[in-house]
C-alpha cells in the first residue's frame, strides 16, 4: 500500500514525472491475502534525472505519511536510507544519489 501511494506521489511530481518512468514491480495480492513484503519501486530514468529533486520528492511523501515510513534507495551498490528526513540526511542522500550516477558531488 505505501509503495502504490509513493508510485503516485512522484507520478504527480512534474519534475520527477519528466524524467521517470516510475512502476511497483512485485505481485499484488489478491483480497485477503498478505503480501510477499518483497515489492519494490522501480525507477527508469533519463537524461533529465535529477538526484536532488527526486530525494526531495520521497522526503516530501515520507512526511505526509501518519507513520512515516523508513525509505530504503539503491542505485547501484549504492544503498541511502531517509528515516527522518532532516537537511543533513536529505543533502547525504542526494550526494551519493549524484555519485552514483556519475554526477558531481561526493559521498560523505
Known sequence: MELRSLQNW?????????????????????????????????????????????VLAVAAWRQ???????VEIRRGDTVIVLSDCSQEEIERATRALASADGEEGDNR
Do not use: Y
Request: charged share 25%; no cysteine; glycine share 12%.
Open 64 to 70: 505526509s505519511r501518519p507513520q512515516r515510513p523508513r
Open 10 to 54: 512522484l507520478r504527480a511530481d512534474p519534475v520527477v514525472r519528466r524524467s521517470t518512468v516510475v512502476e511497483v514491480r512485485g505481485n499484488v495480492p489478491e483480497p485477503g491475502e498478505m503480501g510477499t513484503g518483497l515489492d519494490v519501486l522501480g525507477l527508469v530514468t533519463e537524461n533529465g534525472w535529477s538526484a536532488a529533486s527526486f
